[in-house]
């Protein structure tokens, strides 16, 4: 997805979440709660914190375009 190092973590945190429905921790997460998670961790890296405006780009493009992985990454 052509994200920075820094962000990196974030990033693959989510595509967890996406691909099995659950925390790392393994209870269950919904659409909502990953997206928000997703922000949140892109936050705690950014200099910008709560206002990085990247964690909101990101946050909005995975809440627009997202459900189709969303709805693809829960099946078994």
Do not use: M
Not at 4 to 25: G, I
């Amino acid at each position: 997805t052509g994200v920075v190092d820094l962000f990196l973590a974030a990033c693959l945190e989510h595509d967890v979440h996406f691909r099995t429905h659950h925390f790392l921790c393994g209870c269950e997460i919904t659409f909502r709660q990953a997206n928000y998670v997703f922000r949140t961790r892109i936050q705690q890296k950014s200099y910008f914190g709560r206002w990085s405006p990247i964690s909101w780009l990101r946050w909005l493009a995975v809440t627009i375009f997202g459900r189709k992985a969303w709805a693809a990454g829960g099946k078994k």
